[in-house]
């Protein structure tokens, strides 16, 4: 009896080697909505409690993780890397990794897409955008992106922000085809689509030494580009809502809040390199990455309600908001 005992803890040992010691996580309760953070510099998941404003749990992570998208169940959690072979899903209520999805590495960003049980990623390896569902099946591929980045999806259609290739590409997401692309400026990242006006509103980092301190409004059907808005320095991530337009700065580690026409209405300064925002009910969330934390700010007046500390270099901000 001891031999058996003896051989299958052998053997089970062997398979946790060869399947990377694939640990459980502490379980996340259901009835919580979460700001979750990806940290790159420490490889852990932070997860915040919105309404309590505290940080519930922390996963420590085996694998470089940048980004992650949660499905509309509110418990699968696919997390995803750059530098990492598969985009991994995990449910939150378990903590245990549920399956993988052999992607390859150059995965940099994930985004849900309307109506469908489909998700879009940008693989900076392959040069291309490629769509799966649910279940980790890939239906399709798009190529000639450039160097996608940012994806910003609305109802019928997918922008795709190319970082050094100065292009913006639009894909029919039911056909999953390209329907238009055109130039747009260098370094692009960050940005935000208004149907409504036709007008999509990209950021920027700069190149070298030409560190880009303007949002640049392109007319969304033709490219031509309709005016320059100023938010200094490194306008790098942008959000929009009934509230108004919001650009974060990292260069100034600065939040703007702007008016439809881009007038500068608000200015705060907040965390250290900030890369991420995001929102939840009145507040907006920005993650400082060099400060290792998030913070609280109301998006009325940009007054700074709370900060807390999470896991080192938080990379972006994952939103479950429960009913």
Known sequence: MKVKIVMLASICALLLIVSGCSKEQPIIPEDKSLAITVNIKDMTISFIDLEEKRVMETWAMDKPYTGGVILPDGDSLL????????????????????????????????????DSEE????????????FFRFDGKETKEVSNTGNPLAL??????????????????????????IINQFSIHSSATGAIVQEEKDEIWIGGHGLGSELESDIHVYDSKT???????????????????NDGIFALSHGSNSLYKLSAEGAIQEKIVVGANPFELSEYK??????????????????????????????KGPFQIIIREID
């Open 152 to 177: 910003i999806p609305t109802t019928s259609q997918l922008y795709v922000i190319s970082y050094n290739s100065k292009k913006l590409t639009i894909i029919d997401i039911q056909r999953k085809e």
């Open 119 to 130: 998700i879009a990623l940008s693989d900076q390896e392959r040069l291309s955008v490629r």
């Open 282 to 311: 009145n507040q907006l969330i920005v993650a400082g990455y060099d400060s290792n934390d998030i913070h609280f700010i109301t998006k009325k007046d940009l007054t700074i309600e709370k900060s807390l500390n999470v896991g």
């Open 223 to 241: 490219g031509e580009l309709k005016r320059n808005v100023s938010a200094p320095i490194m306008p790098i991530n942008l959000l929009h809502n």
């Open 79 to 114: 997390l995803y890397g750059k530098q990492v072979e598969t985009a991994d899903m995990y449910s939150l209520r378990t903590g245990k990794k549920i399956e993988s999805w052999t992607t390859g590495k150059g995965i940099v960003e994930g985004v849900l897409l309307s």
